[in-house]
């Protein structure tokens, strides 16, 4: 599976950003898509994922601001972030995941991240 995200970018706080990822290769491996990030001198932490039935997860600074969604038709996740704040900056990257849940697992695909800054 190869993942190509877009969409980072320079917001100011109180702004919005929207992230994709489009997914190529086995569907199989894409039973959950989502976003992880990880910020400078951080562990990467969960922001959201979604099986293909639509049932999301988050991570709990993302509750009320940011949504996940996915097209199953085209193989692509999604992130809209609204309301961001300064501390959400991060590299935001996709991951598909064959198994499991939330939890990270060896299986997964990851792409390449994409920079979110976001400044006061």
């Known amino acids: 599976v190869q993942l190509q995200a877009s969409g980072g970018g320079l917001v100011q706080a109180g702004g919005s950003l929207r992230l994709s990822c489009a997914a190529s290769?086995?569907?199989?491996?894409?039973?959950?898509m989502g976003w992880y990030r990880q910020a400078p001198g951080k562990p990467r932490e969960l922001v959201a994922m979604?099986?293909?039935?639509?049932?999301?997860d988050y991570g709990d600074f993302a509750l009320g601001r940011f949504t996940v969604s996915r097209d199953n038709t085209k193989n692509t996740v999604y992130l809209q972030m609204n309301n961001l704040k300064p501390e959400d900056t991060a590299a935001y990257y996709c991951?598909?995941?064959?198994?499991?849940?939330?939890?990270?697992?060896?299986?997964?695909?990851w792409g390449q991240g994409t920079q979110v800054t976001v400044s006061s």
């Open positions: 979604i099986d293909k039935g639509g049932a999301a």
């Open positions: 991951v598909s995941r064959p198994y499991g849940s939330v939890d990270e697992t060896p299986y997964d695909y």
């Open positions: 290769g086995s569907t199989d491996s894409m039973t959950w």
